[in-house]
């Protein structure tokens, strides 16, 4: 299982980006997908998750109605459209997938999944 983020870059308050992740080596779209972030000296947060078998997306209440969590399951990657970013947005962005069935998009962006590509650093000046 291997996981690549990318998009990352410096932005200013305000404007957007958008992360991807490409998955290689199996097939995303029965996976549990996630993004998550840290930034210096805070713990890791879960951002936005969803299931495998989909159902409702959650999103932390900082990104909520701002970013969005999609997957193009043809291309094998999942995206995260940021916008209106904030200067507290700055942090190191992480993708994640697990395998396990039956729990939901929180469950994930709480308590973590099993399969982490590398970060993508976003930072965002005000």
């Known amino acids: 299982v291997q996981l690549q983020a990318s998009g990352g870059g410096l932005v200013q308050a305000g404007g957007s980006l958008r992360l991807a992740c490409a998955a290689s080596?199996?097939?995303?779209?029965?996976?549990?997908i996630g993004w998550f972030r840290q930034a210096p000296g805070k713990e890791r947060e879960g951002v936005s998750c969803?299931?495998?078998?989909?159902?409702?997306?959650y999103y932390a209440d900082s990104v909520n109605g701002r970013f969005n969590l999609s997957r193009d399951n043809a291309k094998n990657t999942v995206y995260l459209q940021m916008n209106n970013l904030k200067p507290e947005d700055t942090a190191v962005y992480y993708c994640a997938a697990d395998s396990r069935s039956g729990y939901t998009g929180s469950y994930f962006c709480l308590g973590g999944m099993d399969y982490w590509g590398k970060g993508t650093q976003v930072t965002v000046s005000s």
């Open positions: 969803i299931s495998g078998s989909g159902g409702v997306t």
């Open positions: 080596r199996f097939t995303l779209d029965s996976y549990a």
